[in-house]
């Protein structure tokens, strides 16, 4: 059984004021819901962390950092490490967003160093695998995919690998007029799942959560959440309001009675 996932990344969006407004609107549209048997986060940007965490606190919604740095402390000017992401209140941190790999040049091995290190802190990694356009276009996807799961969870244990959640992100996908279709999604969770079998075990297979993100909206979560292999939604643009999210968090949750 995996529980399934709803979560957000607000990318550079939503300063303390706008946070703690979102938190307590979203929480209000949620109350209703039986959200026990999921897992929903927000990312706020870091500046707003502290107070989102805050604002959030004693509800099911738990915060995370959209990035975080692989030392400890040190000269690294405009970095953060994972003990500061701890001592904002985050439960997550995100790692390998394509934008991170895009614009700033991240790679894989650093990603891997994030992740031993996050996992030390007591963080849940979210850790983003997606092939680019011209990889895709290239019939190199599943290898892309193969090789960034394997380099950036390399330095776990079998056992702990399960509490690291895989969000596939499809990067033509992200920031898109149109998600990957579902045939495609399932198809790349099926593969990914596989090559955790093949190097993990079925065991840790079945354990690990993969979840979808790229254009997902309220209006095509539902046909991705059907897919057997897709343990959730990581929306951006389409939860960027509370109403959007809290649609999110109600379809996740209807999904959930059925798929556990
Ligand atoms: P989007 O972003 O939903 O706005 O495409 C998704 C993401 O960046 O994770």
Not at 96 to 106: T, W
């Amino acid at each position: 059984m995996r529980r399934l996932v709803a979560g957000t990344g607000w990318k550079m969006n939503n300063g303390i004021a706008d946070s703690i407004r979102y938190a307590g609107e979203l929480k209000a549209r949620i109350a209703a819901f039986d959200t026990s048997a999921i897992d929903i986060y927000v990312l706020p940007p870091f500046t707003s962390l502290a107070a989102a965490a805050q604002a959030f606190a004693g509800s099911p919604v738990a915060v995370g950092g959209q990035n975080m740095h692989w030392e400890d402390s040190g000269s690294w000017t405009g970095e953060i490490s994972a003990s500061m992401l701890v001592e904002a209140g985050c439960r997550y941190v995100e790692l390998a967003h394509s934008e991170r790999l895009q614009h700033f040049g991240e790679t894989y091995e650093q990603v891997r160093c994030k992740v031993d290190k996050a996992m030390n802190a007591g963080l849940i990694p979210i850790i983003c695998l997606g092939e680019s356009a011209l990889e895709k276009a290239e019939g190199r996807t599943d290898q892309v995919l193969a090789d960034q799961l394997r380099i950036s969870t390399g330095g776990q244990p079998d056992e702990r690998v399960p509490e690291i959640i895989l969000a596939y992100e499809p990067r033509w996908a992200i920031d898109a007029t149109e998600a990957a279709s579902p045939d495609y999604i399932g198809e790349r969770h099926r593969a990914l799942r596989a090559v955790l079998r093949k190097h993990r075990g079925a065991d840790i297979a079945g354990r690990t959560r993969i979840i979808y993100g790229g254009s997902v909206t309220p209006e095509n979560g539902r046909a991705f959440l059907d897919i057997k292999d897709v343990d959730g939604l990581f929306v951006g643009r389409a939860a960027w309001k509370p109403e959007g999210f809290a649609r999110i968090v109600e379809l996740v949750t209807d999904v959930s009675k059925r798929k556990i």
